[in-house]
């Protein structure tokens, strides 16, 4: 009885969804195919700790002109520990007369954070940050 009991605990009760970082690669070879991403040119502004992953702030910012000739086409942002790991997706262009974004989103774990800038001539450019959440929330 008792074990019957585990099993019926052990299907109901949820347990969080992890990509891996590989998962992470793949979503951004998707959106962004083999390109070369550097790091710099993207600010990326995330808690450090996080006491509630239901609603975690995020602003990124990244260093354009923004002009026709020079500008971000769009942002995108990724977490390695949710089921889902394309978070959210800005595009952007030169009329935005600034590139800067910024938006809430859930957190399922303790993660790192990374933002990826798709300039104009077609250059990548990124910033990273670790996050630790105390409250997970994208429970499946």
């Given at each position: 009885?008792?074990?019957?009991?585990?099993?019926?605990?052990?299907?109901?009760?949820?347990?969080?969804?992890?990509?891996?970082?590989?998962?992470?690669?793949?979503?951004?070879?998707?959106?962004?195919?083999?390109?070369?991403?550097?790091?710099?040119?993207?600010?990326?502004?995330?808690?450090?700790?996080?006491?509630?992953?239901?609603?975690?702030?995020?602003?990124?910012?990244?260093?354009?002109?923004?002009?026709?000739?020079?500008?971000?086409?769009?942002?995108?942002?990724?977490?390695?520990?949710?089921?889902?790991?394309?978070?959210v997706r800005f595009e952007?262009?030169?009329?935005?007369?600034?590139?800067?974004?910024?938006?809430?989103?859930?957190?399922?774990?303790?993660?790192?954070?990374?933002?990826?800038?798709?300039?104009?001539d077609g250059s990548l450019?990124s910033a990273e940050s670790?996050?630790?959440?105390?409250?997970?929330?994208?429970?499946?």
């Open positions: 009885l008792a074990g019957g009991a585990m099993l019926v605990a052990a299907v109901l009760i949820p347990v969080p969804a992890r990509t891996e970082p590989a998962d992470v690669d793949a979503s951004v070879a998707d959106l962004f195919g083999d390109r070369p991403v550097r790091s710099g040119r993207v600010d990326m502004k995330v808690p450090a700790i996080s006491e509630n992953g239901y609603s975690v702030t995020l602003s990124v910012e990244v260093d354009s002109p923004m002009t026709v000739d020079d500008h971000v086409v769009r942002i995108a942002v990724f977490a390695e520990a949710n089921p889902l790991p394309d978070v952007l262009g030169p009329r935005a007369g600034r590139a800067r974004v910024q938006t809430r989103f859930r957190m399922a774990d303790s993660q790192k954070i990374r933002a990826i800038a798709e300039m104009s450019w670790f996050v630790v959440v105390t409250l997970a929330a994208c429970v499946v």
